[in-house]
């Protein structure tokens, strides 16, 4: 058994490979292997895929402050967005009060600054409360110090 050079196998199985003409590309029209702007390819993806809704939501989150203003934005957080309720988190329930007073202007102001963020009403929350539930004695589902008092 005779042993093969497979180099030359290679080389001679080349040289005798019918190449194809390449074929002509229209000057107009793009293939997927060419290089394409990002900014397109990104828009077409949000587009094919429906995230303008969650991207406007986004957007709402990141400028907040330049929405509803310096002053309101010290003092509240946006905190979700579900089924056109926006729920806002204040610093004290004094801001709580105070943002209930002018909460149409601020969600029109809201729907003006992120149109696609499709917030339909606010949903104000004071400041979360102390909590009584950690620590190495705490019982659990009891109601902390006041659970003796019933």
Known sequence: ????DLAL?????????KRKPKKQIKENTQSATDPQV???VLSKLIHDRDWKSGIAEGTLFST????VGDQISEHTTP??????????????TAWATQLQL??????????????GALV??????????????HGRRS????????????
């Open 1 to 4: 058994m005779a042993k093969r």
């Open 9 to 17: 196998d290679l080389y001679h199985a080349f040289q005798t490979h």
């Open 38 to 40: 990002l900014s397109d």
């Open 64 to 67: 907040w402050p330049s929405i």
């Open 79 to 92: 905190i979700s967005i579900l089924d056109g309720v926006l729920t806002i988190r204040t610093s004290s």
């Open 102 to 115: 002018v909460a149409p202007d601020v969600l029109e102001t809201i729907q003006h600054s992120a149109p």
């Open 120 to 133: 339909d009403s606010l949903n104000i929350l004071g400041p979360d409360g102390p909590t009584w539930k």
């Open 139 to 150: 019982i659990k589902g009891a109601q902390g110090p006041r659970d003796t008092y019933t």
